[in-house]
């Protein structure tokens, strides 16, 4: 296992250990900040996540939200953002989030972890930016 795999798995286990309920993005992004980790891009519906890190590049290969040959949603940005507080506000899994993203027509989002941006967007450049706050501390 490489050391960009290692650092990443631990980060992760800290942040999962760790985070609130509620709010709990910032801090599992914070946590994966100070590891080094500065770009997350996940591609959905295949739930690819690929970390770009100073240690190097991780691919993550999650379970697919769908198979076949499938319609893409129209993005739909109050949807997304209504998945949005849901999962902010501690009431979704990140499974569900990841669902119900989906079904809001994104395909794929990108987390800047060092301008705390998540970027999504729609199969046509549709998107949506939001910023998250820092910890402090």
Same mark, same amino acid.
């Given at each position: 296992?490489?050391?960009?795999?290692?650092?990443?798995?631990?980060?992760?286990?800290?942040?999962?250990?760790?985070?609130?309920?509620? #709010?709990?993005?910032?801090?599992?992004?914070?946590?994966?900040?100070?590891?080094?980790?500065?770009?997350?891009?996940?591609?959905?519906?295949?739930?690819?996540?690929?970390?770009?890190? %100073?240690? #190097?590049?991780?691919?993550?290969?999650?379970?697919?939200?769908?198979? #076949?040959?499938?319609?893409?949603?129209?993005?739909?940005?109050?949807?997304?953002?209504?998945?949005?507080?849901?999962?902010?506000? #501690?009431?979704?899994?990140?499974?569900?989030?990841?669902?119900?993203?989906?079904?809001?027509?994104?395909?794929?989002?990108?987390?800047?972890?060092? %301008?705390?941006?998540?970027?999504?967007?729609?199969?046509?450049?549709?998107?949506?930016?939001? %910023?998250?706050?820092?910890?402090?501390?």
């Amino acid at each position: 296992m490489s050391k960009a795999i290692e650092n990443l798995k631990a980060a992760q286990q800290r942040a999962l250990t760790n985070r609130p309920k509620v #709010g709990g993005f910032p801090y599992l992004a914070d946590t994966l900040r100070r590891a080094g980790v500065t770009r997350n891009v996940w591609f959905l519906p295949a739930c690819e996540s690929l970390y770009l890190t %100073e240690d #190097g590049p991780v691919v993550v290969q999650g379970a697919p939200l769908v198979s #076949g040959a499938v319609d893409v949603p129209q993005f739909d940005q109050p949807a997304l953002v209504t998945a949005l507080r849901v999962d902010q506000a #501690g009431e979704s899994s990140f499974a569900e989030f990841l669902a119900a993203s989906w079904r809001a027509g994104v395909v794929r989002y990108e987390v800047d972890l060092l %301008e705390r941006t998540v970027t999504y967007y729609g199969c046509r450049n549709e998107e949506y930016v939001e %910023e998250y706050p820092a910890l402090e501390g």
